[in-house]
């Protein structure tokens, strides 16, 4: 009887133990629940900013690979200036040459038409039209005859240019910016002979830092600003 009477209060008991052994593992699967919704949330958010890491190396990239073409454009186009002033040179230099042999013919033929003349003067070169024309149209000369002081002003500028193309290369190779210090074994091999060219007057050059342009101490060579 005793049993019977307390078999009912053991049931209470019982089913008392089962539902807080439930209530405890809803609690359990509520705390897991809300563990894994922050796991989810951050790994969203580390999948987020990975997205935007490789979108700023992938733009950083191409913003790089850019100005490296451009770099090599540049490259390109420097060298094509410096090929083109070695040619004026040599075209100057030929054109002076000329204009010498001209002034020896023309002291030759002054001693032999007047003997007595110990030191015949020296007559100005006469060139083609062609060229006169030439040298009018590259340099916008308005006379008709072409001095050899004339002509070593025009290889002197010619020779300034060229050093200033070969500092611009230089510095863009050499990825140096505007007021560095260069010298002439920096620029030698980015000249004809890999060597700096004199003043055919006998002038000095001052290459100056990157941004100034060179000088000649010649009075009358120097770059037009």
């Avoid at 019977?4 to 008392?16: E, R």
């Avoid at 990239?61 to 040599?90: F, G, I, P, Y």
């Avoid at 002291?107 to 009018?136: D, T």
Wanted: net charge positive.
């Amino acid at each position: 009887m005793k049993l019977k009477a307390m078999l009912p209060w053991l049931c209470v008991v019982a089913l008392a133990i089962g539902v807080a052994a439930l209530y405890s593992a809803n609690q359990s699967q509520g705390t897991e629940l809300v563990k894994l919704r922050e796991e989810s949330q951050e790994l969203q958010r580390l999948r987020a900013g990975n997205e935007e890491a490789k979108a700023a190396q992938t733009q950083s990239e191409n913003e790089e690979l850019a100005r490296l073409r451009k770099d090599h454009e540049d490259v390109l186009r420097l060298r094509n200036e410096v090929r083109q002033l070695r040619d004026e040179k040599t075209q100057l230099g030929k054109q002076l040459q000329s204009a010498q042999a001209q002034v020896q013919n023309a002291q030759a033929q002054s001693g032999r038409a007047n003997p007595s003349l110990p030191n015949p003067p020296a007559a100005l070169p006469q060139l083609s039209p062609e060229q006169q024309a030439e040298f009018r149209k590259r340099y916008g000369l308005e006379t008709q005859q072409l001095s050899p002081d004339l002509v070593k002003s025009n290889t002197c500028l010619n020779n300034l240019r060229q050093i200033e193309a070969a500092k611009q290369q230089w510095a863009l190779e050499k990825g140096r910016p505007a007021g560095g210090l260069v010298g002439p074994t920096d620029i030698a091999a980015y000249l004809p002979g890999n060597t700096v060219p004199t003043c055919p007057s006998g002038g000095i050059y001052t290459i100056n830092p990157i941004g100034i342009g060179p000088i000649c101490n010649t009075p009358g060579h120097a770059l037009p600003k």
